[in-house]
């Protein structure tokens, strides 16, 4: 069974989501193309935690790089013998995703403590920046998010954003955890075969 070919895929895919994540981080910092609360600091205080662009980002290109770059099939490993680097291969692979497995684990935690918290703004009542909403409740009530007036729209914007955080990290997961799984056959598929290969 070809499990580096496996692995190829799962690292693609994850380099993908890793970029869309650094995307959509570095967008919540300028809430419809402004620049101005980014540069005087008028933003929820989840937007500064990074979560997309370390966690969900580059902690997951870790894992995305090694996969599309080891060579299970043809046994580069760490040792001269087959089963050994082969093997070594696998537990480097399980290592990493471990590695993917904690960036996108705080990329999910941090986006979905944020929706529940809420964007921060200026309202029409309070003339300072506030996060007008109690609890997660205003994601259904779209009839109070007019509240917040500065920036426009702001509520749409950190919804939208940290939704497709909280996906794409979701996804990067679920993809982490197959490939420890892939990793784990492979590594008893090889023994088995050094089992079988031994006079």
Not at 29 to 38: C, H, K, L, M, V
Not at 81 to 102: D, F, K, M, T, Y
Not at 115 to 134: K, N, Q, W
């Amino acid at each position: 069974m070809c499990f580096g070919a496996f692995s190829k895929y799962v690292g693609y895919k994850l380099l993908v989501l890793a970029l869309l994540c650094i995307v959509a981080n570095i967008l919540l910092y300028f809430p419809n193309g402004d620049t101005r609360y980014a540069s005087h600091n008028y933003l929820g205080k989840y937007v500064g935690c990074l979560h997309g662009i370390i966690g969900g980002g580059l902690l997951v290109l870790v894992p995305a790089f090694t996969f599309i770059g080891i060579e299970y099939d043809h046994c580069r490993g760490c040792f001269h013998h087959e089963n050994h680097g082969r093997s070594c291969s696998l537990i480097a692979s399980i290592v990493v995703a471990c590695v993917g497995i904690l960036g996108a684990g705080y990329c999910f935690i941090i986006s979905a403590l944020a929706l529940a918290h809420g964007p921060y703004c200026y309202t029409r009542d309070v003339h300072s920046g506030c996060c007008p909403f109690s609890d997660s409740r205003y994601l259904m009530e779209h009839a109070d998010w007019p509240l917040c007036q500065d920036p426009r729209a702001i509520v749409k914007w950190n919804v939208t954003l940290f939704s497709i955080l909280l996906a794409l990290s979701g996804i990067e997961l679920i993809l982490c955890t197959i490939q420890i799984i892939n990793a784990c056959i492979g590594g008893v598929c090889t023994a088995c075969n050094g089992h079988n290969e031994v006079p």
